[in-house]
C-alpha cells in the first residue's frame, strides 16, 4: 500500500497549465525523487501535497485519508513534513528555537496552562526539548544551539530546515532542493542524512532535487516531469538514460535530421 | 564572560538564566517595593504618581508588544482597548461588582470585544492593517459619545475609588497603596508574558512574525495564532486601561484618542521591539521628557530669566528622538543595552558587525 498517492492532479493558473495529470504513487519506505527543469512544476507539486494549493482536478491522498479535505495548517499533524526551496526560518529566534516550532504538532497544552506554566507545561517542555536534541545530536547542530538565525551561514540554514522537520516526527519528509546553494561536502553530508532518515528513522522522503548525483546516490524511484506533465517514473539510471529526459534537459536532436 | 554550565534542561526553561541574573532582577524588585519610603521621607507623592502612571503606560505597552513585537501585527488602535477596559471596569464598579472582579473582568471583557473586532481586520497585512486599527482609534471617541447613557459621554464619568475587602485606594489620598497595587498588576503580566515567551504559544508568536508560510507548514494555526494574540493583547491593554481610570480619576470622550494609540506604538519602538524590557524602557522615556522639559523651562526662566514658551515642543521632540531611533538604533534602547552589555561581556573581542541585521536570502518562490 502506498503512503503517498496523488492521482491526475492538475492545477492551473489562469491560462498555464503548471501540473497536468500528475499521478504518483510513493511507497512506505521509500526515497521518492521529483527532477526535471526549471519550472516543469516540482515545487508546485509539493505545494499541492502541504496544501497551500488546491488543485483543479485530482485527488491526493495519504495514509488512505484524503488531503485535500484538510487545511494547510492541519496536513503536519498527519505526519507531512516539509522544507522550503528558499529557506523559510524564523529569523529572529535561535536554533534551538526554531526546532522547537517544528515540535508544534505534539503541543497537548492549552493556552491556560501555558500561561500559568503549570508543572504539565514545564514536563512538556521538557519532552519537546529531549526530542529535538535528538534532532541536535543527529544532525550536529550542537555549536549552534544557542544561535540566532540571522548570523548564520546558508549551508547551516538548510541544515536547521531539516531539523525543524525532523523535530515534529513525520512519517513523510518533503525535501525541496535541499543541496541547492550546498558545497561539495554539504552535499556529500546531506546524502548520509538522507540515507539515515530513510533507514534509521523509517522516515519516507520525497524530495525535489537537480543535483543528478545526489538524486542517483540517495533515491529509490524518480519521477521526472516536464512543463507539468510526467515523462517518465523509475529507477534514477533508468530515467537519465530515458530519451524523453534527455530531450527535456538538451533539446531535441532534430535539427541535423531535417 | 560568562560561562553557564547547565546541567538540566530547566537551564533554558527557568525565568532566569543564572544565580546572578536573578539576583539583579530580585534587587531591582527590592528596589520598586521602597520607592515609596524614600516618598514617604520627602512627603512629596508627586513623583511618585508619575511613576506609577509610567508603569501603567507600560503595561499597556507590554500588550501592544505582545501583538506588535512579537506576532508582528502592528495596531494603532490600542487606547480604543484602554478605553474599553476603563469604562467597562467603571460600569462594573458601579452595577456594584467589587473591584477584584470588575478589574479582571473589564480586561476580559476588552479582551473578547478586541477579538471579536479582529477576526475580521486580522485578515489585513502590515500598513492595512495598521490603518485599519487607526480608524478604529479614531471612531473611539464617537463611540464613547454614541454610547452616552453608559459612558457619560461628553459630560464623562466619574470613576469610583478602588476597595480590595474593606480597604480604599485612591491616588490622591493613598498614592503609595495605589502605586503597590500597579506594581503587583504589572509583576504579574510580566510573569505571564515570560511563560507564554517560553511556551509554545510563544513560539507560535515569534513563529507568525517571521514566516507565516513556513509556520502554516509547521501546523500552526494562523487564524487562531494571531487572534489569540489579539485576545492577550486587548485584555492586557484593557488592564492598563482599567488602572488608567483609577489614576485619571475622570475619563471623557477625548482621554483615549488616536494620540496616546501613536504614543504606545512610539514608546515600544523607541524602548526596543521584541523584548519585554522594550516596553519598560519605552514607557520610562515617555514618563522623563516632560518631566525633563518642564524643569528645563523653569531652571532656564529662574537662572537666566529666559521664557521658553515653544507650542508643540514636546511633540517635536519626540518626533526627533522617534526618528533618531528609527535610522541609528532599530532595536531600541533595550537593543543598545544588549550592545553595551556584550561588550563588556566579550570585551576585548566585541565586533561591530556583531548585531547587524542581515538581508534575508531572495524570497521568489512565496506561496501567497
New interface residues.
Given amino acids: 500500500m502506498s503512503l503517498l498517492s496523488l492521482s491526475d492532479v492538475t492545477l492551473r493558473f489562469g491560462g498555464v497549465v503548471a501540473v497536468n495529470n500528475v499521478s504518483l504513487e510513493v511507497q512506505q519506505g521509500e526515497v521518492f525523487g521529483l527532477v526535471g527543469p526549471n519550472g516543469a512544476g516540482k515545487?508546485t507539486l509539493f505545494?499541492l501535497i502541504?496544501r497551500?494549493?488546491d488543485p483543479a482536478e485530482g485527488s491526493i491522498s495519504f495514509n488512505n485519508q484524503n488531503l485535500l479535505k484538510l487545511?494547510?495548517?492541519?496536513?503536519?499533524?498527519q505526519g507531512i513534513?516539509?522544507t522550503?526551496?528558499?529557506?523559510?526560518?524564523?529569523?529572529?529566534?535561535t536554533v534551538?528555537?526554531n526546532l522547537?516550532?517544528?515540535?508544534?504538532?505534539h503541543?497537548k497544552?492549552s493556552?491556560l496552562s501555558?500561561?500559568?506554566?503549570t508543572p504539565k507545561?514545564?514536563r512538556?517542555?521538557?519532552r519537546?526539548?529531549?526530542a529535538v536534541?535528538r534532532v541536535i545530536d543527529f544532525l550536529d547542530l550542537q555549536p549552534y544551539r544557542e544561535k540566532m538565525i540571522?548570523?548564520l551561514p546558508?549551508g547551516v540554514r538548510k541544515v536547521v530546515e531539516l531539523g525543524?522537520a525532523l523535530a515534529?516526527e513525520p512519517k513523510l519528509l518533503l525535501l525541496d532542493e535541499p543541496a541547492s546553494g550546498l558545497s561539495v561536502e554539504e552535499t556529500q553530508d546531506m546524502a548520509y542524512w538522507i540515507e539515515d532518515i530513510q533507514k534509521q528513522m523509517g522516515i519516507t522522503v520525497l524530495m525535489v532535487e537537480h543535483d543528478m548525483g545526489l538524486v542517483s546516490s540517495v533515491c529509490n524511484r524518480v519521477l521526472a516531469l516536464n512543463d507539468g506533465k510526467e515523462l517518465t517514473t523509475g529507477t534514477p539510471t533508468e530515467v537519465q538514460a530515458h530519451p524523453s529526459v534527455v530531450e527535456a534537459y538538451l533539446g531535441t536532436s532534430g535539427i541535423s535530421k531535417t | 564572560m560568562r560561562f553557564v554550565f547547565k546541567t538540566s534542561?530547566?537551564a533554558?526553561?527557568n525565568w532566569f538564566k543564572h544565580k546572578t541574573q536573578a539576583f539583579w532582577y530580585f534587587l531591582l524588585f527590592g528596589l520598586m517595593m521602597a520607592i515609596p519610603l524614600y516618598f514617604h521621607f520627602l512627603s512629596d507623592p508627586y513623583l511618585l504618581g508619575e511613576i506609577t502612571s509610567v508603569m501603567i503606560f507600560a503595561i499597556a505597552a507590554m500588550g501592544l508588544m505582545l501583538l506588535t513585537g512579537h506576532t508582528g501585527l502592528p495596531s494603532l488602535g490600542h487606547a480604543t482597548f484602554m478605553a474599553l477596559g476603563c469604562y467597562m471596569n467603571v460600569i462594573y464598579l458601579n452595577a456594584g461588582l467589587p473591584w477584584l472582579l470588575a478589574f479582571p473582568l473589564a480586561g476580559l471583557t476588552a479582551g473578547f470585544v478586541g477579538t471579536l473586532i479582529a477576526l475580521p481586520v486580522l485578515r489585513l497585512h502590515g500598513v492595512y492593517l495598521a490603518l485599519a486599527t487607526l480608524a478604529m482609534s479614531i471612531l473611539t471617541g464617537d463611540f464613547i459619545v454614541l454610547l452616552e447613557p453608559w459612558t457619560g459621554g461628553i459630560s464623562g464619568l466619574a470613576v469610583p475609588d478602588i476597595s480590595i475587602f474593606g480597604l480604599e485606594i485612591n491616588k490622591y489620598a493613598n498614592p503609595y497603596l495605589f502605586y503597590y497595587l500597579v506594581l503587583v498588576v504589572a509583576l504579574l503580566i510580566i510573569m505571564?508574558y515570560r511563560?507564554?515567551l517560553?511556551?509554545?504559544?510563544?513560539?507560535?508568536f515569534?513563529?507568525v512574525?517571521?514566516?507565516e508560510?513556513?509556520?502554516?507548514?509547521?501546523?500552526?494555526?494562523?487564524t487562531m495564532t494571531k487572534s489569540?494574540s489579539f485576545f492577550l493583547s486587548a485584555t492586557t491593554a484593557g488592564l492598563a486601561g482599567a488602572l488608567f481610570g483609577h489614576s485619571a480619576g475622570y475619563v471623557t470622550n477625548e482621554t483615549f484618542d488616536v494620540v496616546m494609540s501613536i504614543t504606545l506604538l512610539m514608546m515600544i519602538v523607541i524602548g526596543g521591539l521584541?523584548f519585554i524590557h522594550g516596553a519598560f524602557f519605552g514607557a520610562i522615556v515617555f514618563g522623563i521628557i516632560p518631566v525633563a522639559i518642564a524643569n528645563g523651562r523653569s531652571l532656564l526662566q529662574t537662572s537666566f530669566g529666559i521664557n521658553v514658551h515653544i507650542p508643540g515642543l514636546e511633540n517635536g521632540l519626540f518626533a526627533v528622538i522617534l526618528i533618531a531611533f528609527i535610522l541609528f538604533e532599530p532595536m531600541g534602547l533595550y537593543g543598545r543595552w544588549l550592545k553595551v552589555r556584550t561588550y563588556f561581556e566579550l570585551f576585548p573581542f566585541y565586533r561591530k558587525d556583531m548585531f547587524r541585521?542581515?538581508k534575508?536570502?531572495?524570497?521568489?518562490?512565496r506561496?501567497q
Fill in positions: 515545487s505545494n502541504s497551500f494549493y487545511g494547510s495548517d492541519q496536513v503536519p499533524s513534513a516539509r522550503f526551496q528558499n529557506i523559510e526560518l524564523f529569523e529572529h529566534a534551538l528555537q522547537l516550532v517544528g515540535r508544534h504538532r503541543r497544552t493556552m501555558e500561561i500559568f506554566f507545561a514545564r512538556e517542555e521538557r519537546h526539548r529531549e536534541e540571522a548570523g546558508y525543524r515534529s | 534542561y530547566d533554558d526553561i505571564a511563560n507564554i517560553r511556551a509554545p504559544m510563544g513560539r507560535s515569534t513563529a512574525r517571521d514566516s508560510i513556513s509556520a502554516q507548514a509547521m501546523g500552526i494555526n494562523l489569540s521584541g541585521r542581515q534575508s536570502y531572495l524570497k521568489t518562490e506561496v
